[in-house]
């Protein structure tokens, strides 16, 4: 069965320091990863996916996130970081299991973000 | 086009006594997955349903329950309410057809309070 780590559970950052979110993923095969957020009262949006191809993928509000097969991780970065993107951070993971698909997520990393 | 729309946005209830949840998909998306989330178990799958048709299931006891309606819209019932029912219900839509290709766009939740 697949399984997502995040292994920080709370980060601060300074508004425009760069950032990095880890997640490790646990999977047989090539998975399928995402990186969603979450903020105060709200759902979760997708920043953005994973399927092949480039290892580097870009998503909204300029976040991106890089694949690496040998480490199974799929860390989320950010150049400049903006008081808005202070939030919950998701990333989970799409395997194809028992004859469907399944999503299982990270418990998430919280992100504070200081002026 | 309009997003995700769950109803209500907080409710609290009491021990024993069973509440209906309600999910309005994206327009077009035939598939609807709930989901609780709880500050310890992060996001936990309860269900998805695609064409009326429970599709995937997650681990929780038979108290919870859910069905889709044939224009998509999905409702969660949850008997017998027990304090650890406290939580946010996240519901999530799809299209459903496309695997992984499709991602899930997220409704801003239901907050149950069991007192």
């Known amino acids: 069965a697949q399984s997502v780590t995040q292994p920080d559970i709370h980060i601060t950052v300074s508004e425009g320091a760069s950032l990095e979110l880890r997640c490790n993923y646990s999977y047989g095969a090539t998975p399928y990863l995402f990186w969603y957020v979450q903020s105060p009262g709200q759902g979760l949006q997708l920043l953005l996916k994973y399927f092949s191809g480039d290892t580097l993928v870009q998503g909204i509000k300029g976040f991106e996130a890089e694949f690496k097969r040998s480490q199974s991780s799929f860390n989320l970065r950010k150049p400049s970081v903006h008081w808005s993107d202070a939030a919950e951070y998701f990333c989970?993971?799409?395997?194809?299991?028992?004859?469907?698909?399944?999503?299982?997520f990270g418990t998430g990393t919280k992100l504070q973000v200081i002026p | 086009k309009a997003g995700v729309t769950q109803t209500p946005r907080y409710l609290i209830k009491t021990r024993g006594q069973q509440v209906t949840l309600s999910c309005s998909p994206i327009?077009?998306?035939?598939?609807v997955s709930w989901y609780q989330q709880t500050p310890g178990q992060g996001l936990q799958f309860l269900f998805e349903y695609f064409s009326e048709t429970q599709r995937n299931k997650g681990n929780f006891p038979g108290r919870f329950s859910g069905r889709q309606f044939s224009n998509s819209r999905s409702e969660m019932n949850v008997s017998t309410l027990e304090l650890g029912d406290s939580a946010l219900y996240l519901c999530?839509?799809?299209?459903?057809?496309?695997?992984?290709?499709?991602?899930?766009?997220f409704g801003n939740g239901t907050r149950l309070t069991v007192t």
């Open positions: 999530a839509s799809s299209l459903g057809d496309r695997g992984f290709s499709s991602p899930l766009h």
């Open positions: 327009s077009g998306h035939r598939s």
């Open positions: 989970a993971v799409g395997a194809n299991s028992g004859g469907y698909q399944k999503v299982t």
